[in-house]
């Protein structure tokens, strides 16, 4: 887990607790944020989740009154510890939900000439990228319109080069008619702004047999007219913990565009 005491990234109404509150031996007033993949298979208000860093949560309440994420929607959530869950359980935490951010959450799309065109060629600007569990993570920006953006990871399976690695492609089609970041011509046309998300991708299925990890090089173009950028990460098979690399990663919920 990463303790996160920066009160920016939420707003504080949804923060449980005074500044003496503790429940259990938990303090209410201190929460963590991390990226995890829901268990919910009926749709519920309360329900597991799996953090990145290997520990599952129970929702035991909710500051999120009507929030029903879908069974492996992966998220960003902040949430604060009751209480250690009972003996053989099968989970870690009982935890408050303060907050949530629904990450775009998709599989590999194999490249086909049939979906070459519709997959887009618009820019993306990687602003970061890990792996954690089985997912590719990719915090982005781009410029569109209002809606869920049109972002996949692409396979091209001629692509892997002498030393094995994979090679993927970030695609982002902005489903608009003029070319970016040109502005809007007429009123008809839709409003754009720069906007910001987190996307996971499942690279579970890129394992290969008789090995223990593969480096995989993201390609994505930042900008028209700009060179193609690469970006070299190592999948080690198994549970793979969110490492940054650097100081632990922190998620800005309030500047991240819905996803949904």
């Not at 700009?226 to 969110?242: C, L, P, Q, R, S």
């Amino acid at each position: 887990m990463k303790k996160i005491f920066g009160l920016w990234l939420v707003p504080a109404l949804l923060l449980a607790g005074g500044c003496n509150d503790e429940y259990n031996g938990y303090s209410l007033n201190k929460y963590w944020v991390d990226m995890a993949t829901v268990e919910n298979p009926d749709g519920e208000p309360y329900f597991y989740f799996n953090t990145d860093e290997g520990e599952r949560m129970w929702v035991a309440a909710t500051a999120l009154r009507g929030y029903r994420p879908k069974e492996g929607q992966r998220i960003v959530a902040n949430y604060t510890i009751l209480y250690d869950a009972p003996k053989d359980s099968g989970y870690d935490y009982d935890v408050k939900l303060n907050a949530a951010y629904n990450v775009l959450t998709r599989e590999i799309v194999a490249l086909t000439e049939e979906n070459d065109a519709q997959l887009g060629h618009d820019p993306l600007g990687v602003r970061d990228l890990w792996v954690g569990a089985h997912y590719l993570n990719v915090e982005f920006s781009y410029l569109g319109k209002n809606g869920r953006p049109d972002i996949n990871l692409v396979r091209d399976g001629l692509k892997v080069d002498e030393a094995g690695k994979i090679h993927l492609e970030l695609r982002y089609n902005s489903g608009l008619i003029y070319a970016l970041p040109e502005p809007p011509t007429t009123q008809s046309d839709p409003v754009v702004f720069t906007r910001k998300g987190i996307a996971s991708f499942d690279i579970g299925p890129l394992e290969i047999d008789g090995k223990e990890s593969v480096t995989l090089v993201i390609h994505s173009l930042p900008a028209y007219g700009a060179e193609e950028e690469t970006h070299e990460v190592i999948f080690t098979y198994g549970y793979n913990k969110a490492l940054s690399g650097g100081a632990p990663r922190t998620f800005a919920i309030d500047e991240y565009s819905d996803m949904e």
